[in-house]
């Protein structure tokens, strides 16, 4: 895509549009600018988990080939919450949710969330922060959860491969995996929609014994 005024224009307007149709994300005080699909988020949203769901309503717009999320959560309420508070309510919906091991645990410092312990899975990492950011009073996460991953049972890079060959959506030409180490895999190549990109690093993420996903794909228009 050419970076000039008009493609520019077109993406911010595109964005701003996604932001106010999806209906998970509340884009009233949410800024957008873009330099050709380079997009840019600012603003305030009313809970952390909207901070994510508005980079991926971003991403989902044709032409954005990456997206900074610089948006913030504004308190609920007058005062905000006390960490011990939010710590309780934080365990509790990580012990409610039977998805996520027992191994992860979480602390909470002026309304930001820790998380920290073991999983076997990736996406159970993310579902642990997608369920911590629904919590009142978290303005922010970081997750220094370690990956302990089951014992890869076949080649990774041939697992990866057969993967995507199974994907209808996925094109083996444009795409290339390798494994430096066990445990490290690369991933490069080009894609043309994000949501091409994200199943590309999820089935990544799905081969038995993988503990570090580098990802190197690019969204190319």
């Not at 305030?44 to 909207?50: D, I, S």
């Not at 989902?60 to 309420?77: A, E, F, W």
């Not at 080009?190 to 590309?200: G, K």
Request: aromatic fraction near 4%; charge should be negative; hydrophobic fraction near 45%.
């Amino acid at each position: 895509m050419l970076n000039n005024p008009r493609s520019s224009a077109q993406v911010q307007a595109r964005v701003a549009a996604e932001l106010a149709w999806d209906p998970r994300v509340d884009s009233a005080d949410i800024t957008v600018t873009a330099e050709g699909g380079v997009v840019k988020l600012g603003g305030t949203v009313a809970c952390f988990r909207q901070v994510r769901q508005a980079a991926s309503a971003a991403q989902r717009v044709y032409g954005v080939t990456s997206v900074t999320n610089h948006l913030t959560v504004r308190p609920l309420i007058a005062g905000g919450h006390e960490d011990y508070e939010v710590r309780t309510a934080v365990l509790h919906v990580l012990m409610l949710n039977t998805t996520i091991p027992p191994t992860i645990s979480a602390e909470v410092d002026h309304g930001v969330v820790h998380l920290t312990g073991t999983a076997t899975w990736h996406w159970q990492r993310d579902e642990a922060e997608c369920v911590c950011g629904t919590v009142p009073g978290v303005l922010s996460l970081t997750d220094d959860v370690k990956l302990i991953p089951a014992p890869a049972e076949a080649d990774i890079q041939q697992e990866i491969l057969a993967a995507w060959r199974r994907n209808a959506r996925l094109s083996l030409d444009d795409l290339s995996v390798d494994v430096l180490h066990p445990g490290l895999v690369i991933l490069s190549g080009t894609v043309t929609t994000w949501a091409e990109h994200d199943e590309a690093v999820t089935a990544g993420w799905s081969a038995r014994g993988v503990m570090h996903v580098n990802d190197r794909i690019a969204v190319a228009y």
